[in-house]
Structure formats: C-alpha cells, structure tokens
C-alpha cells in the first residue's frame, strides 16, 4: 500500500514563486500554476530554515513530489474558506519534497483527524467554521488531498499507483504543526471517488459525511459549478457508494444533513465531537458564525453566486439521470431515503 518510486536520494528544493495563475479558480491546484526560481536545497525538510511554517500544497506525480507552500498568513487556516484559493493567491515560497524523504506513516498513525466528506454545496464549509467558532482546528479544502482522486491523464494516474496512502498519511502529519494532533480536514466532493484510499490510509480517523436536500443540492451546484444534471447524477451516486464503503470498513461515519445542521448547528456538532462537554457554553460563537457567509471572499460568497444563473434544465436531466443510476438499496440502508 504505501510503497514509493525507488529513487536515488534526490534534495528538498526551496522554490520562490515569481507568478501564480487561476488564483480565484476553483479548479484544483497543479505545479504548473506556479512560475518559480530555485533559490536553495536541503538534504531534508528539516534543514529548511522555517520548515514547520510549509503547509502540504499539490502533488508532482510526474516528478514523485510533494510541494508544500509557505504559510505566510496573518489569519489562522481555520478562518480561510477554502485553502487552495488562498495557498494559490498568497504562496511566496514552495518546498519541493522527494517522495522518498516524506514523513514515515507512523506520525500520522499517532494523529485522529476527522474527515468530513460530501457531495459538495452542502453546508460542509459553514460546518468547518462552525468547528472553528468552537475551538477546533479545522482545514477547509486542501487541495493537496484532492490529487489523490483528480488526475489530468492516464500517465499521471499511473505514476500515482502505489503512493496515494502515503501522501495522505504525509499531509495528514504535515499539518500537525499548525493544527494539532487532530485536524478536521474537510475534502472537496470530489475526493469521495477516493474513498478507499483514504480508508487504508487512515482506518482510525474519524469519518463525516455530509448531505442536502436532493433538488436544492442540483440546484446549488449548477449555480455554483456549472455542473451538468447528468454529472451531478454520476456524483452523487459515486458519493452514496463512499459512504457505503465507510460502512463496510467499519469506521462508523457521521451522517450531517445541511437541514438539520441549520436547525440545531449545536446538536449537529456534539454528533461529531463526542469527547466536547462545553459545546451549549459556546451557543454564542456558534450563533455568530450562522450569521456570517462561510465563504466570503472566495469566488463562491453569496454575493458572487447572486450574480450568477444556473443551467434551467439541469434539475429535469438530472432527474432523468437518477432514476436510472441510483443505487435503491444503499439508500435504503444507509437512511439516505431524503436523496431518493
């Protein structure tokens, strides 16, 4: 599972960034949205001066890489709505890390992160900050994650074969300075065709799944995305399927509705942190975090997605799409029957 490329042991590179492009995009992170300059090597990460300052950024599958970014930030990550659009904007200095100098999987081992998946336009931001307002360390959307399930092409899916655990292992680690031993690290939808990477990678985090309202939920991401209705069908079967793996590995997932977490956000929340007694005493943070947009200053505000029209037929074909595909029985099963 996590056996990496055999490689001659090749230097850290510190990398200063002269332009970056797609900076508001919410496409993923790739290396090739960075013009950079060498302006050092290591013979590891910890001879960088300001190693623990690097966040997990993207990954070079071609060149069996992680690149990390410089956190350069005022804000902590756990105010920033979606990680990649900052890293991608704000990004002065990479680390370029040889697969063969990542972290070893036993410092992730020792860490209980909590994941929270979905089928995206669901809420699961406005969760992330809700878990922010009560102290937790939360991490919006690293992109670096989502390279584990986006590939460009054939070649660079190939090249990934055999180092996807590991990297999450290593991101997962990476994170430790700036957010503790347990981060709650909330993934684009799109990682939930990865599921089982994340599973063998990480079989003692902690797994939350969210959902919404099927109709609302096509409606919001056609907005959003441009996501055609058969797309959205594909997805969100693909996602019911990640969930059902959840279960199969016995690791016990969260199931959050954006409904429900609207009527009682504090409930939601003590379905997720079990060990938090103190949660009613933090009814104002929460309070003040309901009534902020949880995605201003990203290109997804409710100001921007106002100005913006979604596809009129996309409900009618996604509906079309979904009587053919939808898996009856995991709906069933799973207490999904709201997605029917």
């Known amino acids: 599972m996590n056996e990496l490329p055999s490689r001659a ?29 060498l302006v050092a090597q290591a013979a590891s990460v910890s001879d960088v001066d300001g190693h623990e300052r690097y966040v997990p950024l993207c990954v070079d599958w071609r060149d069996a890489r992680l690149l990390l970014s410089r956190w350069d930030d005022d ?39 909590t994941f929270i998946f979905s089928i995206g336009r669901c809420g699961s931001t406005l969760l992330s900050r809700l878990l922010a307002a009560v102290g937790e360390q939360s991490v919006s959307e690293p992109d670096v994650l989502t390279s584990v399930a986006h590939f460009d092409d054939d070649a660079e899916r190939a090249a990934a074969q055999g180092a996807r655990e590991r990297i999450v292992q290593s991101c997962v680690a990476a994170f430790e300075p700036a957010c503790g031993p347990a981060p709650v690290i909330k ?9 089982d990477v994340f599973l063998n990678a990480m079989p003692h985090a902690r797994y939350v799944f969210m959902c919404r309202d099927r109709d609302d939920w096509v409606r919001s991401s056609s907005r959003a995305f441009g996501d055609s209705g058969e797309a959205l069908a594909e997805l969100l079967k693909a996602s019911v399927e990640a969930f059902d793996r959840m279960h199969a590995a016995r690791v016990d997932p969260v199931l959050v509705w954006y409904e429900d977490l609207l009527a009682d956000p504090v409930r939601a929340l003590r379905r997720i942190l079990l060990a938090r007694d103190d949660l009613d005493a933090r009814r104002a943070a929460v309070e003040r975090a309901l009534r902020t947009d949880a995605q201003e200053g990203s290109g997804l505000s409710r100001a921007s997605l106002a100005m913006r029209t979604g596809d009129a037929g996309a409900l009618a074909a996604f509906g079309a799409r979904w009587r053919e595909i939808r898996p009856e029985r995991l709906l069933r099963e799973h207490g999904l029957s709201r997605l029917r």
Request: with cysteine.
């Open 75 to 113: 804000c902590a990550m756990s105010d920033v709505p979606f990680l990649y659009q900052r890293q991608r904007r704000t990004a002065t200095h990479l680390l370029a890390v040889p697969f063969e100098q990542l972290d070893a999987p036993g410092r992730a081992a020792r860490m209980t992160p």
């Open 9 to 37: 042991h090749r230097p850290v590179r510190v990398l200063r960034v002269l332009a970056s492009r797609h900076a508001d995009s919410t496409r993923m992170v790739r290396p090739q949205d960075f013009d950079t300059e």
């Open 187 to 195: 993934l684009r939808a799109r990682c939930n065709r990865a599921i």
